[in-house]
């Protein structure tokens, strides 16, 4: 989700802390998804997430029923960003006693909706009232490999080429409550061309695409005449006076897909677009050193650090 | 957890909506956790919990490191009703942008106590700032039956044994913070005995014995000269003037195992007592019919409603 400052200094005090053997937990803290064991050759990939009013939402202008579906929405997210199959859901709703049951039923309704497009059925959850003014709804998702071996962050090489899902900037408009998260896509990309690392864009392209390149042990450029630019981003531009390219490389909850693919299935990529349901654009490529650039149309070159923002702050 | 006025209704409202696979999903809404299958023989158990700030804890009487141990051990209690062995839990916490980082660090230790006593660690997460005081935490368990087969809520039968571990009443003058999941007393049970079935005393003990009688489609009878009375219980009873058989009857969040276990079982468990953990009290009986019925020491019959009740309400 958004990434508020210092928490990621927070993740990696808990990550230096966390002693996870390797066989039974092969993904651990800080990447979309956590790879837990079962016994035997049984895996599951498992993420948690949540959403607080106020800060993923707001009830002034978002219905019950949507911010049930971008509960479940952004955990299904993170199972594409690792090429995963959902398998089910679990939903937990902490609710002011001042919303009566039309609204509970409301947003259970959005949820079911996620569910059921996505065949990740919601089998257990958890619904408490408590005395005070805010929602906030929290999602844990399991998914499994299902043949394909789960895509990490961490696995960009020097060489590799970047590519982008969809129009990216200006969620805050409206899409960032009905996206469609990547599942598909991601399991598509995948099966055809060999992915060395992915992520869904939650936080931002410019935070995002750092979290890649500081995982792989990288830098990475962006072209910035290549990033694709939604007209939400166009159309906020024209509000606040910031640069459609600035809310395209840095607003969060696209939702889309990041992924660094070596070059020769990225050449099969550029040939023909495989995505019938999404933009497949190339954005730019990964590099040696650290460090994300934004190389401008001039060929000038400026560091693009990680500029995500927090939706309603 | 704690379960507010028409919670019930709204999860059986959910629940009727909800068309699980019963092959995929043998286990779904209802119980302590749900049973999802992942491919082959492959399973697995899942719950998902959370705590407010003034309904589940209350900062002025809690260190973080309590809430933290908290947290995750109302999840593993799920997996102690379900005799299931914890494999891994995620976690989450949204924070007040006013708490520092030691806060955030000690939450974080309170988990990786549970984590590390119960053989379970945390392999994901999330942390998101708010711009609200309060502070809310969730987990995700995911637990394996490991050999012993899930158990429900709905299986027990009339003529089955009611036992009780532990002693009940009062938990909110401190138990509720540092209680000790049954984990390993629920399996060694279930390694003993048939149980027929098996629930967390979450909501307090009449709550919680009307979810079994009504899953199993029977009645139960409770003792009341059985019911175990904890020395908590009979402190508040001196503040509050309610009877101390009042608080272990209803007070919630004791964390101890309620279990149902045939007659040829249960003399087993009279004659010794097998947990050198905790006291196993024999405390009523499953009934035909419905409802639970509190029996007097003169043997006179009142309805034991479920009288759970909300903490800091």
Known sequence: MTEPKGE?????????????????????????????????????????????????????????????????????????????????????????????????????????????????????????????????????????????????????????????????????LGRHLAFVPRVAEARQLAALVTIHAMIDLSDGLSTDLNHVARESGAGAEVMADAVPISDDARRLAQQDGRTPLDHALNDGEDFELLLAVEPVDARDLLKQNPLATARLTHIGHITEGSGVTLVAADGSKSPLPPGGYEHFK
Request: proline fraction near 7%; hydrophobic fraction near 45%; charge should be negative.
């Open 8 to 172: 990621w200094k927070l993740i990696e005090w808990i990550r230096s802390r966390t002693r996870l053997d390797p066989q039974a937990f092969p993904i651990g803290p800080g990447d979309d998804m956590a790879l837990a064991g079962l016994g035997g050759e049984s895996q599951c990939l498992l993420t948690i997430d949540a959403l607080l009013e106020g800060t993923h939402f707001d009830l002034a202008r978002a219905a019950p029923r949507q911010v049930g579906y971008k509960a479940l929405a952004v955990s299904l997210s993170d199972a594409a960003a690792m090429a995963a199959k959902p398998v089910c859901a679990l939903a937990w709703a902490g609710l002011p006693e001042t919303r009566d049951v039309q609204f509970a039923q409301d947003l259970c309704a959005g949820m079911a909706e996620a569910a059921e497009k996505f065949a990740c059925p919601i089998v257990g959850g958890d619904i408490t009232s408590w005395n005070q003014p805010l929602v906030t709804v929290g999602t844990a998702l399991v998914a499994r490999p299902a043949g394909i071996i789960p895509i990490r962050r961490s696995g960009a090489k020097p060489g590799d080429l970047l590519f982008a899902t969809g129009d990216l900037g200006g969620s805050v």
